[in-house]
Structures are given as C-alpha cells and as structure tokens.
C-alpha cells in the first residue's frame, strides 16, 4: 500500500450565516462526515454539482479553513490552526489552483513578479536567483519571457491558467489542490492545461486532489475519484471502474449525462426535483427525493457507507441490500 | 417581518445607548465634571458637594450606570447661563426650530424630488443640465455663504426683507430660502443618480421590450425602485429637523435651538450642549427607525430572513 | 427605426465618445484653480504682500482697490488679499490633514473588519452607521464644547469626518479579494496578512480610495469653515476663510468684500474639487466596466 500525502479523516464543516448584530445563526452544512485519502504521486477527482461541498472539502484539506469535527493529516501529521506562522510555512508543500485564474492574479503586478512572489514570501535565494527560477519555472508551463513581463489581463485565459500554474508549483510543493482549474476555458485550452498538469505532475511527483464537474476531463487525469452530494459522499473508487459500473444512482445519473464515443448509446437518466441545496439539506439519504430508486427508508435513515468487493465504497441503502443487482444492470 | 422589525428597535436603541456613553466618555475625558459644569469659580464645597451629588467619588463604572439612569429619568443637568434645567431650556427652543426647518423640509422635497425625475427621465436634456449645474454649485456653497449673499441683496441693498431676527413672517423667508434650495439641489442630484441608477436595470429593459407603455414603466417600476435609496436620505433630512439649521440660525440670528447650541459651546455650558446631542441622536435614531420600516414595506425583500441585512 | 433616425443614433453615440474622453471646460477650469491654489498656499510668505497679522489703523476699512491694499483692508487696517492668501493656506492645511487621517483611519477599520469578521466586523460597521447618521456638525460641537479648542483637537475632530465611507469601500473590496481574488490566493501562498493588505489589496483599492478623498476633501474644506465661521473652529488671530467670513459679517453694510472676498474663495475652490472628484468617478466607474 503506498503512503498517503493527505488523509481526511469524517471532516464536517458547518457556515453559520449570521445576519446582523442580533441576527440569528443560520448553520449549513457544507461537508458532512467526509473520509477521503490521496496517495502520493497519484490524483483523486473530486465530483460533484454547484453547492456538493467540493470545493470547501477542498480548503479544508488544504488548512485554509478548518474542519469542525475530525481531522485532516498531512503526511501522517495534523495540520497546524489557519493563518500561524507554522501554517503559513507549510504553504509551500501545499498549493492550489483556481477555477479563475484571472480572480486569482493581481491585477497590478506583472506575471514575472507574481510567479516570484511565494519565493519573496518565504525569503528563498538572493533576488537575482529569484527571477532566474521564476523564469524557469514560467518556461516549464509553457510561457516566455515575453509574457513574463506582462499584467495578466494581457493574457489569455489559458497563458493565465498557467501563470497561476508556475506560481503555485514553484516552491515544489507536494500536494496541489486543483478547484474546476478548467472549466473557465475553452475546450481547445482546456486540453492543453490538463495535458500540461499531468505531465509536470510526472515530472515533480506532484500529488493531486482535482475538483471537477467534468467527467470526461476526470477520467483523463485521475486514478482515484469520489463523487459528492450534498457534502457526502456518496460513492468513491477507481476511476474507470466507478464511470463504467456505477453503483450509486446519482453517479449512475452523473455517467449517463456524459456522451460516449463509439455509438454505444446509454439511456440518459434524467433526474427530477429540486436541485441541491445545502440551507435545505433532506432528511434520510440527501437524495432521495430525486432518486429513481428511493424507498421509505430513504427518507428517514442515512444511508451507512458499506465497502463492496472491489474496494468501491458507496453510500445507498439499494446498494446496501442488492449490490449484485445494481452492478448487474450496467 | 416582525422579526425584522424587533431587530431594528433592538439596533436604534442599542445606537441611542451609544450616543450616552460617548456623551459620558467625552464628559470624562473633559476633565472633572465638577469644574466643567460648576465653573472654575466655584467654591470647594460646592464642588464637594456637586461630586456626592452626581456620585463621583464612586467607581467609574457606577458613575456609568448612575448616569445612564439620570438620562433614562430624564434629568439632563441644569442650564450654566440660564440656571433653568437644560431640558426645558432646549424644549422652549424647538418650536423655532421647527418654524425654519419644516417649510424647508416641504420646499426641498417640493423641488427635490421632481426635478430630480424630470432630469433622469430627460437625460442631457437642457433642464437636466441646469439641475446638475444647480446640483453641484449647491453642494459648494456653504449655507452661510448663501444666507450672507442673500441678506446682502435682498435685505441690505434692496431692503425688501429683514436681515435677521424674528417677529414677523418676514423674518421667515431668507432662513427657509438658504435652508431650501441647497437641500434641494442635495436632494435633485441623489433623486436623479437614484432614477438613473434604476433605469439601467435589465427589468426596465424587459418591461420595455414588452412593449409596456413608457409611463407606465416609469410609474409600475421606476418610480417606486427608485424611491428606496430617496427614503433614506429623505430620512436623515427629518432627523435633522431639530437641528439641522445650527449654521443658518447663526446666519440669522433666529432663537432657535441651533443658536443655542452654539452659544452654549462658546460658553462651555455642557449640560445643553449634551442634551441637544442626546435629542438630535433620539430623533435622528427615530427617523432611522421609520425609514427601516419603510423599507420593510418598500421592498419585500428586506423583511425576508434570509436576506434581512445591511443595506 | 428609419435611416435618418439610425445616422442620428450613431453621431449621437460618437458625440458622448468624444465628450467622455476630452477634458470638459468647466473641469479644466477647475483643476487650474487648484493649482492655484495650492501654489499660493505653498507660497504664501513669499506671495502675501503683508504679514496676515500686520496692522495699517491709518487705513481701516479701506475699500478695494486702494493702493497697497488691492483687496482693501479690515476693521483693524489688516490687508484682505494677505490674509485671504493666509487663510487658504491653513484651510487648505487643515482639509488636507484631516482627509488623511480620515481616508488612513477608516481604511484601517474596513480592512480589520474583513479581516476579523464576526463581532469585531459588525461592532465597526455599527460604527460606521451610528457616524453616517448623526449629523457630524453636532457632534463636534458637542466635543468642541467639551474639550475646549486648540488646532491639533480641531484637525483630529476633522479627520473624524468621513472615515465610515472609506471603511465601507475598504472592507467591501478586500472581502471579496480574500474571498475568491487575488488576496485569498496570495494568502494561501504564506504571505502575511500586512502583505495581503499592504502589498496587494491598498494598491488595487487605492485608486476607489482616492476618488473617495476627492469628493469629501471639498466637505472637509465646507465643515471647517462652517465651524470656523460659528467662530468654533480656527481661532484668531489665525485666520482661516470660514472664520474670515464669520468676522468680515459684523462689517456687511460698510465693508462688505472682507467678507465676500473670502466666501467666493470657499466656493470656488470647493466647486473646482467637487467637479474634479466626480470627473474621477466617472473615469473609475467606466474603467470597472
């Protein structure tokens, strides 16, 4: 078994939206209970809607906000409390790239200064040093001296993508948290940042934590992936296993939206209800008004997460009772 | 709603015992309230006694809440030049006050508020220009610059009015006149950015494109959008009624209740001067009050518990 | 729509191009006076013909025009044109002060409410409600009265003025850089937060910030001059220009440029930097665009 970098162990993470001096706390549960390890060198894809709590899961894994209950270890030890001098040094073994890049960079300083600045914050080399790595790392994502010297809206969208890429794997770090790093792009762009992750992740033992809706793109850059509903999850395993035998039915609705190549055509599930919200969270299994499948129970107890053979772990009390049944179907 | 509105009173009181502990912090900060309030003349037993009266040779958090509870009864201190309580002293002032600022009131929402319309619905219109131009030169004259100049023409030069005093309706116009037409032009520009502001709403947009008549857009949904930032400054101009005309009053040499504040800070009577601070904070956190209810009526939203909030 | 109407609509789209990109007149206008101004104030031992203090009884009251004396001369022979050149220097001074301190101070208040948040966030943006409410007039007369009067007290009470505008902007903009921006990103790479805020936020803020400072500098000069008119705010025997105007009104019948000298001063001067600030506003609200 190899090692894990990062280790989630039942985090909960509840926003308490108080409205005003006097206003009455509002708690939504953004991520409940959730279990998740990634091994080092490999990538774990992280799937879900607007609204799931990928992305809190996400910063929470990476210490920028802290779970309420359980725990998150990295390399085997607990992260230190947000915003400590202890935590800011970590910083540097653990990055994350966002959904929009252009948000992410300041508009004021040039690309070159900022891919240099985490070496100006953790005061590594003489200046000149500085600037010769910065630009180094800016030829390893593909950018120039050219685009070095310019602000970011002179950019396009994937040059910004990779200035963020540069800034963030310049102090070789060893995890990288990836929030939708594509989905701003064009689909032409958005090939060439994946291709470009993957092989800088090759080329730097990089592990990764990918958060993502896309599942074509998932399935390109991950081994491992764990698809979320409504802050749990509810089904986690190998990658081209789980898209092509999915057990829980809101994956089996998630795959079934994705067109396949090669003519085999999948009736596509179409799921009714209410879309998710989590100031509104269901009793029972967060699903099952949507559920195709749904029983009594459903609406009244949380479904456990039980481990089936191949080491798929999923969360459905359909499952539960008939996993040969639903893996039969597919 | 109710919710929301409990939670405004629960603010506009918390605001009123603000205004009383920074009227205490500022007393105590000032020196020993002993000298302030008795005078540097005063004799040392009067001063001791004055000190036992008021309890201040108990701990400052009891002198806090002794304070607090003088204010709550109502007994603010007794007037340094006059010898009456404070109180009544600026109680007798108000209706003066109210002579100068509620006429001033209705001409600037008279004026105010249509010109402000007239100018967003006219854009770059001739009028639209003359309120803008009005607008800023109204922001930079200063109210006893205004009052000055028009005692000079229209008092001294011309002689049709009085320069200042009270006594006849004469003595009436130029206050309300120099109050008026700068609130006036405030108000036009707000009205008219507030106007504009909405008009570039995409709900504007789709209830033209439907081909809804221009008057009615203005009047079913401009008009009444619009209204919502106007009330609040609308609000500050009522809260100000009491005291809003301290410059103007100078000007004039009205007997009102800004003259006697300013009288009263030249000569440090501090029991006046805190007690028409204690008053303009009531009425303005009062106005505020309303305007808050307004508001609840004015847009649904707002009373809504998700989104009750800051505005 | 017809042709003509349609020629009509494009000239008419050109015509706002060219206006919103040439400098208006009236704001043209404006600036230059600034510059005037604040050369006469920086200027004003070398420019002022007479000290703003030095007597001429021989000559009291003396109307415009008179020689040596171009603005004429105060109830005590003092030369107007010297002490109105006097007078824009300390409102100037003071006006420019206390819009420091208010723009720093309230800066400094938006950025620990975003960065605190919770009970510190809301204490400070009661704060900032209570001081937009109450009418800033009374409230410093109130300290006026209770504190006496000396320069310092008075440009600190000033730097009062505004600050819950500047706060506003300041945590507004740096919550949403930290939430999904730049700063959360810088954040995340170990800076420390006088870095975010100082090194990332302060400059993309600033130009906001700066257009903020204009339109309340002109309220600034409005409020001291209003207090110094009340005779409560610069005392003599310096001299600012409200407090000229406050003095030169016991003289209105007999003298009256010691007092329209100075009052034409306030106004153009608040005039020129009030279209100047809205002429930035303008500049920055398209520039978001």
Known sequence: MTENIVELQAISKSYATRRGLFGRRVPVRAVDEVSLSLAKGQTLAL????????????????????????????????????????????????????????AALDRRLTVLDQVREPLDIHEIGSASERNDKALAMLGAVGLNASHAGSLPSELSGGQRQRAVLARALIMRPELLICDEPVSALDVSIQAQVVNLLMDLQKEMHLSILFISHDLKVVRQISQRMAVMYLGRIVECGDTKDLLANP???????????????????RERIILTGEPPNPAARPTGCAFHPRCPVARPQCASVSPAVTTLSNGRSVACHAVEIAPTFMGAEA | MFRYFIIRILRALLTVALVVTFAFIVLRLSGDPAYSIMGDNASPEALAAFRKEWGLDQPLWNQYLHYFAAIVHGELGQSMRGGGPALDLVLSRIPATLMLTLPALLMKLAIGIPAGIYAALHRDSLIDRA??????????????????????????????????GAGSPLHLILPIVTLGVGGAAVLARFVRSAMLEVLGQPYIRTANAKGIPWTAVVRDHALPNAAIPTVTIVGFMVGNLIAGSVVVESVFSWPGVGNLLVVSVAARDLSVVQCILLLVAAAMVLSNLVVDFLYGFLDPRLSNDNTAGRH | MTMAEKIDDTSTAKRKQVRSSRVPLSVAAGILWIVVIVFLALLADQI??????????????????????????????????SRLIYSVRISLV??????MISACFGTAMGFAAAHFRGRIEQLILMLADFQAAMPFLILSLSVLAFFGNALPLFIALMGLYGWERYTRIARSLAITASAQGYAGAVRQLGASPSRVYLRHILPNISSTLIVSMTLTFPEIILMESSLSFLGLGVQPPMTSLGNMVGYGREYMTSAPWIMFAPALLIVITTLSISLLGDRLRDRLDKGLQ
Do not use: N
């Open chain 3, 48 to 81: 002022a013909p007479y000290q703003y203090t030095a007597l001429d009884l021989p000559r009291r009251l003396a109307a415009p025009f008179t020689p040596g004396h171009l603005l004429g001369t105060d109830e005590l022979g003092r030369d107007v044109l």
């Open chain 1, 247 to 265: 057990a829980h039915p809101y994956t089996k609705a998630l795959v079934s939206a994705v067109p396949v190549a090669g003519g085999r055509t």
């Open chain 1, 47 to 102: 799937v879900g809607e607007s609204g799931s709590g990928k992305s809190t899961t996400g910063r929470v894994a990476l210490g920028l906000e802290r779970a309420d209950t359980g725990c998150v270890l990295f390399r085997g030890t607990e992260l230190p409390a947000a915003d400590t001098r202890a935590w800011r040094r970590m910083r540097a073994q653990m990055q994350m790239i966002y959904q929009d890049p252009l």
């Open chain 2, 131 to 164: 309120v803008m131009v009005t607008a800023v030169a109204g922001y930079s004259v200063p109210s006893f610059v205004l009052g000055l100049a028009l005692v000079q023409l229209l008092a001294i030069w011309l002689a049709w009015l009085p320069t200042g």
């Open chain 3, 94 to 99: 003071v006006a420019l002060c206390a819009t």
